[in-house]
């Protein structure tokens, strides 16, 4: 199997504090990858892991065939992974077209990169609201902006934390909508969300965490054939 970003048994620590233990996670190339579980299961952790933000103390984490667990988070944001934080933490004083034009790189060297016009056609609120700053957009419009300034890296593995957390029903509709097409065209994504139900149909693989260890992994067809794994891990 080709896996694009495979996790290797990390453990890793806050201080004295040990969060993860012995997470084992892969992402094949060209697949969606949910990560499920309550407040607290170790979801962020295991991204701020990926992203050398607090690095793994064990284990190993390989992407694209390299060890990055020992590299800096500006050197694996430049081998292509780009993270959708949540809160989205949008520049406040730049406006919606200088936000991404802040970002624009082509990591992946595709072919036809992501530029405005295609993030224009992707969320046309944005082309509207393109000379708007930062700070006088909605929650929904801030989130398409997270979204749009990580897809202007042109990024091999996109990454969202709760993107839909704290959006109006419609809003959330968009950004589902938004990774089907992102899907379709190819991207791959690990997306932690706990809307179950909307991620069975986007992703092809879930794994759900519980305590700082992965409890349970399968794909869409299983997990929809367990509601009770859901209510005993996730909770809805
Ligand atoms: P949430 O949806 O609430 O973010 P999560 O699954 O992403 O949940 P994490 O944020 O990874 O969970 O938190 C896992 C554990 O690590 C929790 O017990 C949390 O209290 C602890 N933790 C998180 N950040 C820190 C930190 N900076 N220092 C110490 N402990 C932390």
């Known amino acids: 199997m080709n896996y694009l970003l495979e996790i290797d048994n990390i453990s890793t620590a806050y201080g004295h504090s040990q969060v993860l233990f012995g997470v084992n996670l892969q992402i094949p190339q060209g697949e ?13 952790t295991t991204l701020r892991s990926i992203f050398g933000l607090t690095p793994a103390y064990q284990g190993h984490i390989s992407f694209m ?14 081998l292509g992974i780009a993270l959708v934080p949540e809160g989205r933490q949008i520049f406040p004083n730049l406006t919606v ?12 060297n595709s072919k036809t990169p992501w530029g405005l016009e295609q993030i224009y056609q992707l969320f046309p609120r944005l082309a509207e609201r393109a000379s708007n700053m930062g700070n006088q957009l909605s929650g929904g419009e801030q989130q398409m902006l997270a979204i749009s300034r990580a897809l202007m890296t042109n990024p091999h593995l996109l990454i969202l934390d709760e993107a839909t957390e704290g959006l109006s029903p419609l809003v959330r509709e968009e950004i589902w909508s938004c990774l089907r097409k992102l899907r379709e065209q190819g991207q791959t994504i690990l997306v932690i969300d706990k809307y179950v139900e909307k991620l069975i149909p986007l992703a092809n693989h879930h794994a759900i965490m519980e305590r700082g260890k992965i409890v349970w992994q399968g794909n869409s067809e299983q997990l929809a054939a367990t509601p009770e794994t859901w209510q005993k891990y996730v909770g809805v």
């Open 65 to 78: 065939g390299q060890h990055i667990e020992k590299l800096t988070t500006d050197r694996i944001a430049r």
């Open 32 to 44: 969606v990858v949910s990560l499920l579980g309550r407040n607290g299961a170790g979801k962020t």
């Open 97 to 108: 077209k200088e936000n991404m034009l802040a970002f624009a790189t082509n990591r992946n």
